[in-house]
């Protein structure tokens, strides 16, 4: 909200912080979504372009606010989110007891091609996939 009056840029910030603390709502659940991961001015300012943006559409089309309900991001995205976790669970892994995050765990494979780990060791997945080297059993 870089543009436009700045008296109304203050106004809708102010609705959209009462907004935010009116219990069981739709902007109160985007509030708390986006605050989660964005922080709280952020936030504020997605719920005050919401509120603008829902004030538009009801001037022009002389329609009633109708609220969500603090339930909808719950109900859109539930089939997205059960496509995400099947395929989490179907992706290929592989173990890796050399890594140097340590340990024999199962992980995925990384997206890049070198991985930093702990110690600041540079190892690439070529080399985290091989296997240990283990010398021949007369060569102490």
């Not at 009116?22 to 985007?30: C, G, H, I, L, P």
């Not at 603008?52 to 022009?60: E, Q």
């Not at 991985?115 to 690439?124: E, Q, S």
Request: hydrophobic residues 35%; aromatic residues 8%; proline residues 7%.
């Amino acid at each position: 909200m870089r543009k436009g009056a700045p008296w109304l840029k203050t106004t809708l910030v102010q609705c959209a912080r009462a907004a935010a603390r009116k219990k069981a709502s739709y902007f109160q659940a985007q509030y708390h979504r986006l605050r989660a991961r964005r922080g709280d001015k952020k936030a504020i300012g997605a719920v005050a372009a919401s509120i603008l943006t829902t004030a538009y559409h009801m001037l022009k089309y002389g329609t009633l606010y109708e609220d969500l309900g603090p339930d909808y991001f719950d109900k859109r995205g539930k089939g997205k989110h059960v496509h995400r976790l099947i395929n989490r669970l179907q992706k290929p892994r592989i173990r890796r007891p050399n890594h140097p995050c340590g340990g024999c765990r199962l992980m995925s494979l990384p997206t890049s091609n070198r991985h930093i780990g702990p110690g600041a060791r540079v190892m690439d997945r070529q080399t985290a996939a091989r296997p240990a080297r283990v010398p021949p059993a007369g060569s102490f």
